[in-house]
């Protein structure tokens, strides 16, 4: 009898470096199984994708005010989903942020603070509740031209849904998609212990500062340290408000533990907006869901659940 080890795999997907594990008898069977999951990731970013000018979704973006896009099944229910988070919180999270896009920008080339008349504009393309989609013919449209939807905050944790899913079903026991930081932790580790996750300090990502074991369960943080702009000394986010149009400054970074990657995934996005207060309480209230804030000023916050065990403090 062979022992089973874990093997791990750095592919480039979606635009961001994903790791995949998994716990397998040896380094071709574990090759057939992460090349299995990078197919799965593959085929859903062709799916979602906003660069892709042929994806269903860019079919639904030159569509709308047009007319509605007949999308697989899939697409549909994952567009579904995404509107139920929006109602859930209060329209933080809001896949139709989209539009906003073209105002900020965090790839270097802004210099100032966009004109609010520009804000203001940009947001009355804005939300979910002109996103309408019709059951019995699985179409979707976008009410006013110039709308856009997108699946930045909620495609990753999908994948990483999606994946597991079917790695599980093709019989893999143990493993780990983490894309980019979220990431979903199935079975145990080939030593029998749970995995670990690492909490890093969003002033110095490099640095751990706390281990948390996941069992069974989806681990998303949401940071700014690689996209964000300062003007005036205010911290910008590359999340915004899609009610207000301006990118949220309160918080450094966000994770949340929930049993699925895309709702925490999207929610971890949501906490930006939210802010430390509503967000606490909002995590608070909703069984199976756990979350921790870094605020601006570093300091963290725990939901009621969490119990951290900080391995250092070296700021
Ligand atoms: P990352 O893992 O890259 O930090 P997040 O899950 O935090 O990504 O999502 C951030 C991305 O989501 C942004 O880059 C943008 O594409 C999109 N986005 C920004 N604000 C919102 C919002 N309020 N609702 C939904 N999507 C948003
Ligand atoms: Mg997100």
Redesign the pocket.
């Known amino acids: 009898m062979s022992a089973e080890n874990a093997y791990i795999r750095e592919v480039h997907l979606m635009g ?1 470096k994903m790791d995949i594990t998994v716990v397998a008898s040896d380094q071709s069977e574990a090759d057939r199984y992460i090349d299995m999951a990078v197919g799965e990731i593959s085929r859903i970013e062709k799916l979602i994708s906003s660069w892709d000018s042929n994806s269903q979704t860019s079919l639904i973006n030159d569509n709308a005010g047009i007319e509605p896009v007949k999308v697989d099944e899939e697409l549909f229910n994952l567009i579904h989903r ?1 509107v139920k988070i ?1 109602g859930l919180t209060r329209g ?4 139709s ?2 539009s ?2 073209k105002i900020w920008k ?1 790839d270097g080339s802004m210099t100032k603070l966009p004109d609010s008349k520009l804000i203001e504009q940009s947001i009355s393309k804005v939300g979910y509740g002109g996103i309408m989609l019709n059951y019995a013919s699985h179409t979707v449209f976008l009410k006013l031209k110039g709308m856009k939807i ?5 495609g ?2 999908y994948a990483a849904d999606k994946a597991k899913a079917l790695l599980k079903s093709k019989g893999v026991k143990s493993g780990i998609i983490n ?4 990431l979903y932790a199935w079975g145990k580790q080939p030593d029998g212990s749970d995995w670990k996750v690492g909490i890093t300090n969003p002033l110095n990502p490099k640095k751990i500062f706390s281990w948390l074991p996941v069992d069974n369960q989806a681990v ?5 340290y ?2 964000y702009v300062m003007f005036d000394g205010v911290r910008y986010s ?5 009610r207000t149009g301006y ?1 949220s400054t309160g918080v450094l970074s ?1 994770t949340v533990f929930a049993q699925s990657a895309e709702l925490a ?2 929610l ?3 906490l ?2 939210m802010g430390v207060e509503v967000g606490l309480d909002f995590i608070n209230q909703i069984d199976g869901l756990e979350c921790i804030i870094v605020d601006k000023n570093n300091k963290l916050h725990t939901s009621t659940n969490i119990r951290l065990n900080p391995i250092e403090n070296e700021n």
């Open positions: 961001c995404a929006s933080a999270f809001d896949i942020y989209a906003m896009d965090y997108g699946f930045g905050a909620i990753k944790g894309a980019s930081g979220d998303v943080t949401s940071g700014d690689e996209k590359h999340i915004i408000d899609p990118p966000t995934d999207a971890a996005t949501s930006f907006v």
